[in-house]
């Protein structure tokens, strides 16, 4: 059996530049192994749902719950990769902070965070089907603006 992980890419907007460089992505810098930056996220535990865990695991780490975030409809990424030798599949739904300048509050699992834009995150990410998923939601973001 796959082990599966589910997150939110958090985004804020900046009142003072316009679209789309006013989007900066939230990453999390882990404070193990290999200190890699990802968007909040983790395992679903045992009778859990894949969007709870989303929650979940995003007040934890991050200290952002439901009531700090805006979610956005239509988006979902499905990641495939190895961990490990074991199959591993992460859930990322997209989701706006509310207050652009909220406080971030880390758990022991991590060790910074950074608000950045696509380029930055995109380089901060590391692996390539993060950065597919950041510029997938930028892009969705970019689209919906012009609707």
């Avoid at 992460?90 to 608000?115: C, F």
């Avoid at 380029?119 to 997938?136: G, I, M, N, S, V």
Wanted: glycine content about 6%.
């Amino acid at each position: 059996m796959a082990l599966r992980a589910c997150g939110f890419v958090i985004f804020r907007r900046l009142a003072q530049l316009p679209p789309p460089d006013n989007i900066e992505f939230l990453l999390l810098q882990t404070s193990y192994g290999e200190h890699h930056w990802t968007p909040p996220k983790g395992h679903v535990d045992p009778g859990e749902d894949d969007f709870s865990t989303a929650l979940r695991e995003t007040q934890e780490e991050a200290g952002l719950g439901k009531d700090h975030l805006r979610m956005v409809d239509g988006f979902l990424q499905r990641l495939h990769y190895e961990v490990r030798g074991k199959d591993k599949e992460v859930l990322y739904w997209l989701a706006e902070i509310r207050d652009p300048n909220g406080e971030v509050i880390l758990s022991d699992e991590h060790q910074d965070y950074r608000w950045a834009k696509l380029e930055e995150a995109c380089k901060l990410a590391k692996y390539q089907d993060l950065q597919d998923t950041l510029t997938a939601a930028q892009h969705y973001l970019e689209a919906q603006a012009k609707a």
